[in-house]
């Protein structure tokens, strides 16, 4: 099984699986599906998936148990599906492992946007094993970049902003781009939330905020990681 288009949807609501399983489809992915906590770690342990849909309110156990016993067995990023919204629920997930989290009701072309991106971070993983830049690591896969030693926590926006620098090696990276990148093909977003999420990662990874070592606006265009 392919783990760059295959995705495995954790979800015992009948309907909601299915509507799930078909827009997927539509969309050109390979689906599996599973219906309880036990039937998607025995589907991970056979199949590699690019990506795994993961509702928490499962019938045997609860989905945080599935994130703690899948991340021994599975490096596919998970993605929270819940009718549980609270903000210590998400955190719980997100600290276990989980790489986003999305409440229901949600937004379908919302969900597929948090897909495209979940997809990448296997790839990305083994380009920020190596140095991003000069005295710069970025682990994606935990969120964390590491500055001359000094290890900081990044947001998943701020993961991705590195993430789409590092793998333009060097290049820069449009506005329109990173929208698109980060937020979705017509998404609610422009230059003002890409500016502010630059100056968020900027507190996090540069030593010195009004001279950048590491993350370059180039004036117009977009933005840079520097590699000297």
Same mark, same amino acid.
């Given at each position: 099984?392919?783990?760059?288009?295959?995705?495995?949807?954790?979800?015992?609501?009948?309907?909601?699986?299915?509507?799930?399983?078909?827009?997927?489809?539509?969309?050109?992915?390979?689906?599996?599906?599973?219906?309880?906590?036990?039937?998607?770690?025995?589907?991970?342990?056979?199949?590699?998936?690019?990506?795994?849909?993961?509702?928490?309110?499962?019938?045997?156990?609860?989905?945080?148990?599935?994130?703690?016993?899948?991340?021994?067995?599975?490096?596919?990023?998970?993605?929270?599906?819940?009718?549980?919204?609270?903000?210590?629920?998400?955190?719980?997930?997100?600290?276990?492992?989980?790489?986003?989290?999305?409440?229901?009701?949600?937004?379908?072309?919302?969900?597929?946007?948090?897909?495209?991106?979940?997809?990448?971070?296997?790839?990305?993983?083994?380009?920020?094993?190596?140095?991003?830049?000069?005295?710069?690591?970025?682990?994606?896969?935990? =969120?964390?970049?590491?500055? %001359? +030693? *000094?290890?900081? /926590?990044?947001?998943?926006? $701020?993961?991705? !902003?590195?993430?789409? @620098?590092?793998?333009?090696?060097?290049?820069?990276?449009?506005?329109?781009?990173?929208?698109?990148?980060?937020?979705?093909?017509?998404?609610?977003?422009?230059?003002?939330?890409?500016?502010?999420?630059?100056?968020?990662?900027? =507190?996090?990874?540069?030593? %010195? +905020? *009004?001279?950048? /070592?590491?993350?370059?606006? $180039?004036?117009? !265009?977009?933005?840079? @990681?520097?590699?000297?």
């Amino acid at each position: 099984m392919s783990s760059a288009a295959s995705i495995l949807i954790v979800e015992d609501e009948e309907q909601l699986q299915r509507m799930l399983r078909s827009t997927l489809t539509q969309a050109g992915y390979l689906v599996v599906t599973a219906r309880s906590g036990l039937e998607a770690l025995e589907q991970m342990v056979r199949n590699e998936f690019g990506v795994v849909l993961l509702d928490l309110g499962l019938p045997d156990m609860d989905g945080k148990e599935v994130i703690a016993r899948a991340r021994t067995i599975s490096r596919a990023p998970m993605l929270v599906v819940s009718a549980r919204g609270s903000e210590r629920e998400k955190i719980a997930a997100l600290d276990l492992g989980a790489s986003d989290y999305v409440a229901k009701p949600f937004d379908m072309g919302e969900l597929l946007a948090r897909i495209r991106v979940a997809l990448r971070i296997p790839q990305a993983v083994s380009v920020a094993a190596k140095p991003a830049a000069k005295g710069l690591h970025v682990d994606v896969a935990v =969120r964390r970049a590491t500055v %001359d +030693g *000094a290890s900081v /926590r990044l947001s998943r926006k $701020e993961t991705e !902003l590195l993430q789409l @620098l590092i793998e333009a090696d060097g290049a820069v990276v449009s506005h329109e781009a990173i929208i698109e990148g980060i937020w979705g093909r017509g998404a609610d977003a422009d230059y003002m939330n890409v500016r502010v999420l630059a100056w968020q990662v900027r =507190r996090k990874i540069e030593p %010195d +905020g *009004a001279a950048p /070592r590491f993350l370059i606006a $180039e004036a117009g !265009l977009g933005y840079r @990681l520097s590699l000297d």
